[in-house]
């Protein structure tokens, strides 16, 4: 079942309070920061927001990492410090949140997710990210090495994102969000296929359960995939100077990676569409197999039952020469086993035509 | 069965014809009203619409908060003083109506539905509400403490509600309104996943009427908070002096709780439909069960019965040694026995390859 | 089924061709003409073009109300005098025509559908209306008392009709036509009701023809609601000087109207699939419930009948004290009961066991 | 199936290649032309583009309509003279094309399909139309009568067809064409109305075939029909002298008459699925019967059977006195029966109660 | 199955990194280069960058043809050469793309899909095409003859193509693109239609399988054509000195073979539900035919094995002269056979009347 999790405020809460999520999903809340030009780079871990002030040395980009969200106080302070809407930050917290984008005064807001498949099922993770001028906070639920990439490209200069500013890091990172749907997805097409051979050689009772697990994953991955392409097309289209030009023609190749993530999606769901009824059929056809064995069987030895109660019954051969003379036959007994077989061939011949047997 | 309730005029009357509805959902009309500024609060409770206009203090908003709709003549008062339209006040009374936001010259419309879940069924109650220069009029069928967040909030003067105008007290109601559906819904979400359950465990004749009646529950669900997503829409984008340029912030931000409220729906939905795949798939594997156990013990047993047939037959032993010579061998009811189990052995061997035992 | 019965011109006539409908809905065409303004009434019947433009009075508005379309040439003579499109009149004989507003040069031509349920099924009547300048022309195919209220306001200068011109007439008109639909839709709802508890207890072959019924009438509704909409949209958004400013809210009104009934017509579509989902589901349970019977009885007697076939059998006693000594015990027979008795409370244990009894 | 014949040219081949069908549909190509004007008319057949040309009279409106399409010399002739596209005349003679309305330079080029229901299914043929200054041409792929009445109408200078130009040529061709479609739905709408008394009254194996079908008939009809509405509508729309004012009245005409052209495809569309429903529920309905049968005789005999077995038995009576003493009372036998009989009506009794027989 | 085969770059590398894809689809990188003006052509082969560079004579079109994508090495130096944007680059390798039409600052990007049909099932190759000033590239992952038909075009100077620029050259190969769709849909459609046969004539367990491969290779067939409308409508549409207007007319012709391939696609996508209905209800039907052999024999049997049963009985006749009389008839034997016919009759006779046999 897809559950929610108290996922929201209150119902009647004034707007933008902060209350951290009801589930803990990470022990410690870690903050790493790094800061870099063209030349210069700066990296550090720190949990305290003023720290992070002091320790600030004004190089173009600064890039705030938050990995754990039930630290509202760390929040609040770098909410004050960025100047955060306080409702983008309930955002962050409150994480039922779409993948979206949101445009405010001075920086944007965007709100993506993250899938992971953990013990066989999907699970989904908010990465929320602010994008101001010279800074980009990111916001994640759980540890992980998504922008581990991106850091590394950061410390070796690869590429051009040293010379770029905090726009350029902010498609950095949203696209190797959107380019880590594409494992995930490639596992999730195993899956299937494993359940396409199973459905097929070995269908049981808990085939059927499979398949809807697998339907049900894929509407986490429908929700949390299908903003995605709105996301990237609105951030694309949007006139700020936070998003520079030489950024669009890179936006715009990611917005066709989003819709690559699903066209995939949408086969798959054709695909599990199509297993169930692969399911469906089969069982019918192992009814089917099932009435045949039974049908064949009872229709060969009734007759035959039938025949043998008739010369057990015990009409008197001395009442008239009428009752039975069979019985009194000297060949009777080989007679009834001739017309025993021959019963049961025809009976064959007859389901060997139908093609039964 | 979705039922409508007479809850519209006759064909053919007049426009703007008040007529009480038909149901009384609650015995007394109360009235509540509460006025205030930054500074001042006053709040009273009184049924009659002259008391009230008498009684008013001239605060910057007043907030008028009617509770049950037979009362019609108080409705004409109400909608003489503060000058509504008679077919926006006949709208309040035909409670069939779908959420929406109507502009008139004067001041803003809204009808927007409550979902409450009673004795495990959704039932919803049309809530509706009047913004105007100053003031906010809110009409509810039944008395419910959905409204009293924000009563408190205004009391209590947390948050910036004291500070803002009767548009943000408008929000922070429609706020509350969308908000209630999440726990509503993670109550039928809970009620999907015992009915989730139930169908993998033990399905029987009522669990398809369960289903469906989940089914029926979230077509109300959809009625209701489907058109929610265009009167917020609708109001964000409206462009009016009774709308301010600061609110509209809010605004955005419960237009994403309504398309997340919505996102859930569609997500429900798609799991009931899976709900009935699964039940049907069940009631089919219960009837191969059953089928199995016919099949091999009739298989078993008639061909059984069909040997124990024939040598209950009376060919006589004495008119030829053809003639059932078995009868009298010494070890042939011995042997017969063999015969049997070698028969059971053989059948249970071919069904544990068939996987039907 | 839903037939379309002969109502399309033969194809490659002239446009404009005007040829009696196939089947006469009504025995005489008859015409009532009712004249008004704010103080003023006239009112008569006659069949007679002529005798209508002669008794004109010239007051403000001028309603004629025709019943029955196989008079051809009442219809061509108030096509001359008022000046119709042969076009559109083609359309008010053709009764096979959609709902639609057309606006002509100096006048608007809108067709309506009005549903009666007659004999346990929908039936679709075409409404054909004419607004001019000063005048309104309505046909219907048969006679109701549908525009009887409207009729009745004017006649007792009830409301704001005898105020205003033709185009509030046309707006009360179209009003009362929607307005019908909601008892027809009440009356289909109770129907669905009822069929909703025949599925649930006691479903036989005419359930589902019963089923299919509905569906097919709301197939009819659907065909005859959905374009009402679209006919007030542009009504609403018609800029001339035939709709004045006044009418337009009103007309907002009645769009929510017919919008109403959209969404109730859909609601009704949803259920009718419900429907065939629960009776077929309910089929699939009695069949197993078959087959339970079935299987518990066969798998109780028949090894049972296999135990009795063995004692029939004739092995000669006298050969060996191997064949079937248990005939000669004492207490054989008693024992033989004891066996039976014991093989029967296993079975039932093990379908108690199975849920099956 | 739905095969589409080789009806296009080989992949990669110039564009503008002008080659035969291959299938004649048609055994000679026929040529007619008809020149008029107000008051003169001129009429004449040939197969010969220079001689069409030279007996051209300069009368308003010329009218070449060619019946079957291999003669591709003559094609290229025509098109030389009357300025045709050879792109154009290219999807003339490539069959398979959509209804389509292209403008060119000086002419406007139509596609239209004209249904044909033949020995029980339909088939599609494509007719081609040219509207330029002064002319209008039309191919068909096989004769027929659809535009004869057309023909009749300007012989007899019938309706205003002779005072007009060839844009209402156009038109009234088109009018003949989709005004052809009514009837073909007519006969459709029968054949699914016999089909639904058969599924419901004696449902066998080749129903599903003809059910199925139908479906493939109405694919065939929706290829056709659909773009019909966006042709009417683009042509109502186009600017061009080629399409005077007067003439859009009568396209807005013969739009509404594709809109229910496709209203009553959707609807049969509808009942055909709704065919197939009733099918399946009759097939299980029937399978219920069966098994009920079996059931029921199986339930009474088999207990019966049993009791048989038992006094068939061979215990010795002499060995004790408990060995079945029943076979020697006096009315043993006779009790037997009244076992029996009360043990067939407790079985009658309970299935009458359990409504299978 | 539908895999995706690891066509995408790992997630968080750099933009435009190129890496060569996974998979090897041909042996040899093979270039094949043409040059061409209305009166000279050069045509030669080379798989290095700077032999073609050197080897240019300047004429007014350059198509270069790349068969295989694994030198990436080639690859940059054309893409330096030829200024091709590094992620356009990237999207020649990984062959994941959906078809797709990105203009860049001086040049355009086109991805289209090139159906197979191999070993009975569709696969799909990417085709990447770059239109410049003067010059074509293209890039195939396995060598074909779809381009030969064009080249032999070229060089045989037959149709315009010699005396058109680039832009015609692009619009002749993508229309031996599309029209390449045709023969592959033809084949497919000859696949439905036997496996239609197939159905309706033997449908085995095997057929459900033939028929959901079907339906998987159409939802490749799906997702290779219907981005390829949208390609070539962005194309018609594009504002760009590199698309003349002469070829915006060949581009229209073009756009409808798109729309008539998917036209065939949707047709093909009804049809292959359809069989699966068909199959679905004749393994029901299958199942109701055995069911009936079953019962009718069973129904003709069991009675009579009870008769028989019954004379098989030892009831005393010698207690009284109740005692089973009918043994010592002269007649009794005779005359069961007598009732055993009459019973197999009448039932006969039921079952005919139930049209069961």
Redesign the interface.
Known sequence: ????G?R??????????LSPPEIRRVQEVSVSVIEYGPDQLAEWRSADADEIAAKRAGLPVLWIDVVGLHDVELLRRLGEQFDL?P?ALE?VLNT???P?M?P?ENLIFVVMKLMHSSAGHLESEQISLFLGSGFVLTFQEIPGD?????RQ?IRTA????RRMGPDYLTY?LL??LV??C??V??DF?ER??DL?QEV?DDPD?ET??LI?AA??DL?VLR?ATWPQREVVSAFERYESPLVTKEIR??L??LY?HT??VL??VE?YR??VT?L?????????????E??????V???I??????L?????????PR??R???P?????????A?WVVTVVIVLVMLLIFKKKK?I
């Open positions: 079942m897809v559950r929610f108290k929201f405020a209150p119902p009647g809460s004034a707007p933008g309070t809407h409702l955002d039922g949140q779409r979206k949101e405010y998504v922008f581990e990439p991106v490209r690869q590429g051009r994102i950095a696209d190797s380019d880590h594409f494992p997805l490639e097409g299937l296929e396409g097929v009772r059927v359960g809807h339907k049900r509407l929700r023609i890179f715009r190749d066709d819709v690559q066209d995939m086969t054709d695909l199509g169930l009824d692969i399911y469906l059929s089969s069982v019918s056809n192992r009814m089917n099932v009435m045949k064995v039974l049908t069987l009872a229709s030895f009734i007759p035959l039952t039938f043998a109660g008739i010369y057990g019954m015990n009409f008197d009442a008239s009428w009752n039975m069979e019985l009194d036959w000297a060949y009777g007994y080989p009834f039964w």
